[in-house]
C-alpha cells in the first residue's frame, strides 16, 4: 500500500478544486473539503473570526492534506482496518464520513462476521474485518469497491438531483462510480451496458 500522507495527496487530487454546487449536499468544497467540515472543526483559514465560503476558497491543498490525515485517517482508526481496505475506506471517508465505515460493517456481517453498523471503527469492526480478510484476502477489498459502487448508486435513485454525479450527461458513468471503481479490479467493472442498464430507470 502506498504511504498515508500519498494516498491523502491522491485524494486531494481526486478531489479537484473550488466547487459550490448547489446540487451537492456538501456545499461549498475545496479540494474536497466542504464548508461544513471547516465549521465543525473550527478552521478559520484567513483568521477573519468567521468560516464561510472565503476560507474554503482560501483552504491550500497542503491544509486539506493535513485535514485529511488527522480527521480521516488518524481520527476514525482506519490504521487498524486490514492494510488491503485502508486506501479505499479513507478515500471513502472522505467522501461519505462514518457512512465509509457503515458500508464495510454491513459487508461484513454479511461475509457470516456480524458487526453494529454504527459507523466507529471498534474492537468489534475490527475483529470481523480482520476475520474477513484472513477468509477472503483478494475478495475483501473488490467487494467493499463494489459495495461503494451501490452506494453511491442507491443515493441517486432516492434523489434525482444528485443522479449528474452519479451519470455523465452522455450517459456514460459519472464521478462517483468513475472514483468508486478505481478501487475495484478491472474485471469488476461494469462495462458501459451494464451501467446503462442500471440508470435507465431514471430516465
Known amino acids: 500500500m502506498p504511504d498515508v500522507r500519498q494516498i491523502a495527496e491522491e485524494i486531494v487530487a481526486r478531489e479537484g478544486g473550488f466547487v459550490n454546487d448547489p446540487d451537492d449536499p ?22 477573519d473570526k468567521r468560516i464561510d465560503v472565503a476560507d474554503v476558497r482560501a483552504l491550500t491543498r497542503k491544509q486539506a492534506v493535513e485535514i485529511y490525515l488527522k480527521h480521516y485517517f488518524e481520527g ?21 464520513g462514518g457512512n465509509a465505515v457503515k458500508i464495510l460493517q454491513r459487508l461484513l456481517s454479511d461475509m457470516g462476521f456480524p458487526c453494529d453498523a ?17 477468509a477472503a484476502p483478494t475478495h475483501l477489498p ?23 454525479f452519479a451519470r455523465r450527461k452522455d450517459g456514460g458513468k459519472g464521478g462517483w462510480i ?26
Open 26 to 47: 456538501g456545499g461549498a468544497t475545496n479540494h474536497g473539503v466542504t464548508i461544513h467540515t471547516l465549521r465543525r472543526l473550527g478552521i478559520d483559514v484567513n483568521r
Open 76 to 96: 476514525p482508526g482506519i490504521a487498524a482496518l486490514p492494510e488491503a481496505l485502508q486506501a479505499s475506506v479513507f478515500d471513502m471517508y472522505v467522501n461519505a
Open 118 to 134: 454504527d459507523g466507529a471503527i471498534g474492537p468489534q469492526t475490527i475483529r470481523a474485518a480482520q476475520m474477513a480478510y484472513e
Open 142 to 164: 473488490d467487494a467493499y469497491g463494489i459495495a461503494r459502487r451501490n452506494y453511491y448508486y442507491a443515493i441517486a435513485d432516492r434523489r434525482p438531483a444528485s443522479r449528474k
Open 178 to 203: 468513475v472514483r468508486a471503481e478505481e478501487f475495484i479490479s478491472a474485471k469488476y467493472h461494469l462495462t458501459a451496458a451494464q451501467h446503462a442498464a442500471r440508470v435507465a430507470a431514471w430516465g
